[in-house]
Structures are given as C-alpha cells and as structure tokens.
DNA sequence: ATGATGATCTACT
DNA sequence: GTAGATCATCATC
C-alpha cells in the first residue's frame, strides 16, 4: 500500500469522488496516528454547482486553495466543527471532493478518546465527526495530500457502489437533486 | 423528547 | 480575514 500520487487527483471530479472510496485516510499526530478507510463522497463541481463556496467562481479566502492544483486538503470550519475535502480539477478550476464518512481502521483508541466513548458505528459516520476522529484540522487547510502528516494511500476496491442525492444543501435550488453523493454499498459506516 | 450534527452567518482580532 | 456562534434536521432514547 502506498501513498497516492499527484497524479491521481487528475482526474475529474466525480470520477475522483468514485475513486477515493476504499482509499485510506491517514492523519499522524503527536500522539499518534489514526487512519480510515473513506467510505462515502460527495463531489462539489464550482461553476454551476450551486451548492459549492466556489458556485459561480467565487474566489474568497476560504476557497483560494480549490483555485489551485489539486490533490490539496480544503478545511472548513462550521459550527465548530470541521469539514474535510480534496480538491479537484485543474488550476482555475474549483471543485472539491467532500469526505463524509470512513471506516476506522488504525488507532481506535485514539479516536474514541477523541470522541469521547461513543458506539464504534457513530465514530466516523459524518463530516464532522471524521474530522475530529482523525484529529484534523483547521490548519491543515492547504496541505498537500502526498505528505505527512495528512495524506490518503491506495486502499481496496469497492464491490459495489451507490449513488444519489446530496445532504444538507436543501436551498440550493436544482444542485439539490444533483446524484453527486457516493458511498460504498452497504458499509454501515456511511452518514446514512 | 433529548442530544448531536451540520458546504452558514455575524462579529471582531 | 479569522474566530466563534445558532438553529433546523436527523438519530436515537
């Protein structure tokens, strides 16, 4: 198993949002190192994706990194909690790939302790709760997903995988519709 | 019914 | 520009 390299994220973004599922997440830490398998996407296609920051090539602070290369960690802080994407697309072009849910796979003690004591299926099964389960970060906006100590290596191939709506943009006119949320079948690790 | 989560929103370092 | 908060929705008791 090996780290993923930047060539990989060449790809477009729904195609790479497919690809991503089974791979490993890793996040090293001080105190350790936890990782999960990425068991449900969501892609986010900038220009035209009404539910994206980037809708319309809006370019803020916040977004700058999706403008850039991809292969790049997107942060984003949200009710104190924090969302993780991969970025996609060529220069110039912002769209990202949203990690919903992953499997936990290497220290689980340490994202329990994370989480406070929760059932191992509520561990990971959200944006939010990955994020803080793995210990990432706001300042990990912008960190090349090549690198320690935040990078994404080749993992399995799904058997199967399903497809449809995303969640919680409900007012984002038509994008709400957009089949753009993928996961593995039946993992029970995925949001829902 | 209660608790947790979540592609925002507002205020001020 | 960054940091911190509020309210609707989903999940479970």
Redesign the pocket.
């Known amino acids: 198993m090996s780290i993923l390299p930047a060539e990989f994220y060449e790809q477009p973004t729904l195609e790479l949002a497919k690809s991503l599922l089974g791979c490993k997440l890793v996040k090293e830490t001080e105190i350790g190192t936890a990782s999960g398998y990425i068991v449900e996407t969501?892609a986010?296609v900038g220009p035209g994706d009404r539910?994206?920051?980037s809708f319309n090539n809006k370019r803020?602070?916040?977004t700058e990194v999706m403008f850039g290369p991809p292969g790049y960690v997107?942060t984003?802080?949200?009710?104190?909690?924090c969302?993780v994407?991969v970025v996609s697309g060529e220069v110039g072009h912002p769209e990202?790939?949203?990690i919903?849910a992953v499997e936990p796979l290497e220290g689980i003690e340490l994202i329990q302790e994370r989480?406070g004591d929760k059932k191992e299926?509520?561990l990971t099964n959200?944006?939010?709760?990955l994020t803080k389960a793995l210990g990432i970060i706001?300042s990990d906006y912008g960190h090349p997903l090549d690198q320690s100590p935040l990078y994404i290596k080749n993992g399995y191939s799904p058997k199967h995988i399903s497809q449809g709506k995303r969640?919680?943009?409900?007012n984002s006119g038509e994008a709400r519709d957009y089949p753009w949320r993928f996961w593995i079948t039946e993992n029970r690790f995925v949001?829902?």
């Not at 959200?126 to 709760?129: L, Q, S």
């Not at 969640?167 to 409900?170: E, Q």
């Open positions: 969501e986010y539910a994206a920051h803020t602070p916040r997107y984003y802080v949200m009710h104190t909690h969302l994407n990202a790939v949203l919903r989480r299926k509520d959200g944006p939010g709760k706001k969640i919680g943009i409900d949001s829902r």
